[in-house]
């Protein structure tokens, strides 16, 4: 085998000497444009998961590391002139010029040619020389450029900018600098990476960026391997009060912007992408560097265990594919966050500190409680009421409208499809039923047309005739008999997904859901004025027949929804056009079911907060809908997405939909509930705690297990009010014993080992300076 390596940056170095470590006889070459002594960067950070990877690939080489690492395990957050300590996270750091020193002196012991000061041929010519071409040529990679029309490159550059430095002020934890200026947010990375030095990188938003004055620094010339010395002496002026008199070192630092790589596929022919040429993801949740060395270690095990080069570059991608879009998926969420941190800064330090940890859904609340139980409790401590001490999240009560709800969850309207000419029978009581002895605070029935001919199929229940009332009263009376959940119903109309009438739907203009559906036509003033009476009149009805709260959807591209949407609303009337007009009749219905509707119970509204589409409505529209049905006398938006378009292409993902609950909640203070792939009662507490929504809707779990919540209940411990047994099944309220649970393991260990402490700062021991 011959291997071509284009860039000696760390995921380069370390493949070609894992590599050459497997396979002894294989010619590897490493073509490097910079001299072996030149970096740029500061400090990387390792996981343990990581670690353990490279202490097993290659012994010498995690021994070399160990010997320079920092270590720590607190995270500090500076916040309004508080440092609270999360600890039990693990860190562990060195300088990226000692990491290049290790990985080059491993190669020169291997025999790998590396060719220092030395620009790579282009990918073509090694491709035809060589067996093998590994391009690790960064985030710019000319490699990824010459084939994109293979590799399928999505560049995603986003707005807000970051410098990267050093300092000489060594950080003892991993520390979160949020510094609220007149201009805006600023925010500080910053972490230890050996006992002189700290990584140092200062980011914030486009628009506080330029009111801080940065633009014209930036606007200046600075060449080539330069820095911006004039952002960097601003910098250490702002910031003057966590520098504690230390300075800011630059290394080619300027201000940047951030690019998330994804390609579509990280291989062509013998050609194969690693590291940021591959993918990125942003640095507040981790390192390039660890990336590139994890597809090495990959890279070089998949040549190992097969027999070609085709065979072994597609298991690489296929194992390493996935594990970096979830890295991804997770950043994204973390670089989000950070983007948008204003909406966060009103919330007190605790809470604040608590969101800003579990921004990426990766650490949660039981997570955080595991690593350290005292910085959970004090978050806990914060949030609740004194009323009601060790109560988790999910099982505090919220005041809904004119309702209070027992605790935080919500079972979701679910397509029974069971009805008969739209009334209910008895699956709708047994499940409905079911579900409200669950534990849940709210229930929703779902889908109910508010006509006939605004059924999604023939099994849609409805809510038009006194025959469709009474069924529903029958199910609301037998509820309220067993239990004090507070049950809701959905009210629609389909609009263009209606599967029943013998002429075509109805829908904001004439556009057909897909090839296959009927082509709708195009709602009229008159069909206007039948829509508001008829869901007032359903709304009546729903309050007869008890029902304690009336959701109505405008989502899910049903006819309101598609009001909404420009992708679906072309219009040229006053009920098109600009999102005033679009919001027009979805606005009229809401006011006539207001008017009916009781205030001492809860009106909800559900939207599809995105179309997952381009041209579909975006976070400003969601925001700007959201405000505008609140004013209207919603109590609460539920946060939905998409089923719009049938083009749509929606990121999913655990719990994907939350952070558009998020941004309506914190954007607008209006009480919203998170829905989508939410499953696990920690997600609900970390979700409930981070204030990311009021409510959270989890619905195929509790399919899945009707008593969700009090096994969510049981799990905890929590025996309170929240979480109630009905009285025939209380024998089931703690969890059975399971196999081998009444086993009492002996003593197998002399002498204890004493816990590692849960907090550890980084406090090495710097020699003194020699007297004269």
Known sequence: MRVAVIGGGPGGLYFAALAKQLSPHWEVIVWERNAPDDTFGFGVVFSDETLDGIAQADRETFDAMSAEFARWTDIDIRYRDRTLTSGGHGFAALGRRHLLRILQQRCAALAVDVRYRTQAPPAAELAAEYDLVVACDGVRSATRAAYADTFGPDLDERAGRYMWLGTDKVFEAFTFIVDEQDFGTLQVHAYPYDATRSTFIVEMAEDAWRRAGFEEFAGRDHPPGTSDVDSIRRCEELLADHLDGHRLIPNNSKWLRFTTVRNRTWRHGNVVLLGDAAHTAHFSIGSGTKLAM???????????????????????????????????????????WFENIGRYTGQEPHQFAFNLLTRSRRVTYDNLRERDAGFTEAVNTASREPSSPDVPPMFRPFRLGGLLLRNRVVVPPTALDTAHEGVPGDFDLVHLSTQALGGSGLVLAGMTAVSADGRSGPGCPGLWTDEQEAAWRRVTDFVHGQSDTCLGIQLTHAGRRAGTGDGPPIAASGLAWDEHSRVPREVTRADMDVLVRDFAAAARRADRAGFDVLELQYGHGHLLSGFLSPLTNLRTDGYGGGLAGRLRLPLEVLRAVRAVWPFGKALLVRISAADWAEGGLGEADAVAIARALAEAGADAIDVSTGEVVAHERPRYGRSYQTPYADLIRNATGVPTIAVGAISTYDDVNSIILAGRADLCGVGRAQLHDPLWTLHAAAAQGYQGPAAPWARSWAAGRNRPPAARTDRVPPRLELLRQLAPPVRRRWLPRVPAPAHR
Do not use: F, G, I, N
């Not at 990959?298 to 991608?317: G, S, W």
């Not at 594919?321 to 969420?333: G, H, L, N, W, Y």
């Open 294 to 336: 994890e597809d090495a270690l990959a890279l070089a095990a998949c040549l190992h265990e097969h027999p070609d080069v085709p065979t072994a570059l597609a298991a690489y991608e296929e194992e390493r594919k996935p594990v970096v879009e979830s890295t991804q998926r997770a950043a994204q969420a973390s670089l989000e």
